[in-house]
Structure formats: structure tokens, C-alpha cells
């Protein structure tokens, strides 16, 4: 039987090639996306995964709007950098036409709560922008904090930041909710830039989605350009773009993919190092360790499998889950 999944999203591009990987993957029964925000505001976050679904022809799989803004803050604002690396509209300024579908009227923390005392162990929720709807949700419900399995996108624990030396962008956009779902969370799986900035899609890979002559190939590659073409400037030494919400909806399909460090975590939300994701110190002998971070990538296996997933989706054959 297909396992469960929610995708907490803040799409973007590789959110967008997140969900794809998730509707071309048979192991995977998709029951609802939850918008968050980091790449765009969650209300433009939350209007691209209503167009993607409907683009890819899954328009059925319901779109639930989450926290506007950090814990500690009361607002949000897309960075620069973001704007410059997603695109204005947050797909590289690809033409997908509005959906007809609307959001759900019942909150993405609700609805994640919710499935989570529904399926339990059948579920594993996947997010790849800023923690704050996941937070928000153990907060509120000490079972979700005990049951909910999570595997995120975001944090560096071997290789530096992409914000600051220390800091990740996802875990950037709010460190309080990170902090408090690494301490919290009873079964939380960290994929990294260790081992996302090692996955990279270059223009020979999108040629083949174009190739499709599709309306879901199309977009996908003129997307998947837009992102490669600002990887050249920002990161001209990777050669690529990395595939960071991918490789953790791949992960979640299949843990063999990855090395797992078990560990205990924190973030850091004071100081210079504000951000940075690290052991935590004061659980360093705790024989029970609530994370695994992802410390090293079957690189060729990965990319074997994206580009047969996704390839589906860029066909016009999104799968229906087994």
C-alpha cells in the first residue's frame, strides 16, 4: 500500500520539482498540499501549487494555506536573493495558467494535525521552506509532536550555509520553529546541503523534459532554466542547480538513498551563528537520538530516479498511488 504524504511547501522551483518527484512516484499517495512561505509569500506559494496540481492533472489533491511569517516576527517579505533565484512569481516566471480549484478553507495546521492523528504511522509529512506551519502544529498538539514522522529540507551540519557561514535558508527564515522541531519532534529526518548541493540538473537533463513537447514538460523546463541559469551566477562552481526538495521527497520515498548520522539537534537563534543547525550539547549522551541527518547521497541513483519520476509528470502521466 502507498505511503501517505503531505508536502509543506514555499513553491519555487524546486518545490515545484518536489511535487512532481511525489506525483510520478507510485510508493507515494499525495492527500494534500500545505503552503508555507520563504520563496514567495504563502499566498503566491499556495496559488502555484493549485496551478502545478492542475497542470500535472491532479487538480484533486486539496491546497491548505499555512502561517504567513516566523514565530518571533509579524510579518514576512520575499528576499532579493530569493526573487533573484525563483523568479519573481516563484516558478522562474513560467506561463502555468491559474487554477480553477481554490485553497481549502481549513487551516494547513489544522489539516496537518488532523492526518497526522488519521494515519500515524502511514504518514510522513516532507517540508521544504520555512518550519514555522510544523512548529505551530506541535505546538498546538502534543500527539502531532510525538507521532508525526517528518522528513525536511533544510540546514547544514558539514558544509557551510547559503545565507550566512552557519545558516541554511529554510532553517533561516525561522530558527525558532526549526529549534523547536528538532527538539520536539520525536522522528525528524534533516537532508541538508551536505548532500543536496551534491545532486545537480543541468540543461542536457530540462532538454529532455522540452523534448516531451507538453505543456507540464514545458513548464518544467523553462522553470528548471530559469534556476540553473541563476545557479551560474550565485554558485558558478557547482555546475548546476542543486535539487535540495527533491532529494527530500526521495528520501521519503526511499531512506537507502542517503547515509544517516543519528544525532540529536538544535538550532541556534541568538548570536552570530543564529541559524546553524549542530548537535545539541545538552542531549549529547542521550541514548535515544530524535534525528538522522543526511551525510552522504547516492548521487547517480538519485538522478536515475528524478528524472524516471519526474519524466512521467513531464509526459502529462502523473500516477495515481498503488
Known amino acids: 500500500m502507498a505511503k501517505k504524504i503531505i508536502l509543506d511547501l514555499d513553491t519555487g522551483i524546486d518545490d515545484a520539482l518536489a511535487l512532481a518527484y511525489a506525483l510520478g512516484s507510485e510508493e507515494l499517495d499525495l492527500i494534500g498540499?500545505?503552503?508555507t512561505y520563504g520563496n514567495?509569500?504563502?499566498e503566491d506559494g499556495a496559488r502555484n501549487d493549485l496551478a502545478l496540481l492542475e497542470l500535472f492533472g491532479r487538480s484533486d489533491i486539496p491546497v491548505f494555506v499555512g502561517e504567513s511569517h516566523a514565530l518571533s516576527r509579524d510579518g514576512f517579505e520575499v528576499l532579493e536573493i530569493s526573487a533573484f533565484i525563483h523568479g519573481k512569481n516563484g516558478i522562474g516566471e513560467a506561463q502555468i495558467p491559474d487554477a480553477q480549484a481554490n485553497v481549502q478553507e481549513q487551516s494547513a495546521v489544522d489539516f496537518l494535525i488532523e492526518s497526522v492523528e488519521r494515519y500515524g504511522d502511514e504518514l510522513v509529512i516532507v517540508p521544504t521552506g520555512a518550519m514555522t506551519?510544523?512548529?505551530?502544529a506541535m505546538q498546538r498538539s502534543p500527539e502531532f509532536a510525538e507521532r508525526a514522522h517528518i522528513v525536511f529540507m533544510g540546514g547544514a551540519l558539514t558544509v557551510p550555509g547559503n545565507v550566512s557561514p552557519w545558516a541554511e535558508a529554510n532553517i533561516n527564515q525561522d530558527p525558532e520553529a526549526a529549534?523547536?522541531?528538532v527538539r520536539h519532534g520525536k522522528d525528524v529526518t534533516m537532508i541538508g546541503l551536505d548532500v543536496t548541493l551534491q545532486t545537480l540538473l543541468t540543461y542536457e537533463e530540462t532538454k529532455q523534459w522540452r523534448a516531451f513537447d507538453t505543456?507540464?514538460?514545458?513548464?518544467?523546463?523553462?522553470?528548471?532554466?530559469?534556476?540553473?541559469?541563476?545557479?551560474?551566477?550565485?554558485?558558478?562552481?557547482?555546475?548546476?542547480?542543486?535539487?535540495?526538495?527533491?532529494?527530500?521527497v526521495a528520501v521519503a520515498v526511499?531512506?537507502?538513498?542517503?547515509?544517516?548520522?543519528?544525532i540529536n539537534l538544535k538550532v541556534d537563534t541568538e548570536g552570530p551563528t543564529r541559524g546553524r543547525t549542530i548537535g545539541d550539547e545538552t542531549r549529547l549522551n542521550d541514548p535515544q537520538k530524535t534525528a538522522n541527518v543526511a551525510v552522504g547521497v547516492q548521487v547517480e541513483r538519485f538522478l536515475e530516479e528524478l528524472m524516471k519520476r519526474i519524466g512521467r509528470v513531464a509526459r502529462g502521466e502523473a500516477v495515481a498511488a498503488r
Open 33 to 35: 498540499v500545505t503552503a
Open 215 to 248: 505543456p507540464a514538460g514545458t513548464a518544467l523546463a523553462d522553470a528548471t532554466d530559469f534556476y540553473i541559469t541563476a545557479y551560474d551566477t550565485v554558485a558558478p562552481h557547482l555546475g548546476g542547480c542543486g535539487l535540495h526538495d527533491p532529494l527530500a
Open 179 to 181: 529549534d523547536y522541531v
Open 40 to 42: 514567495v509569500l504563502v
Open 133 to 136: 506551519n510544523i512548529a505551530t
Open 254 to 262: 526511499d531512506p537507502s538513498l542517503v547515509d544517516l548520522l543519528p
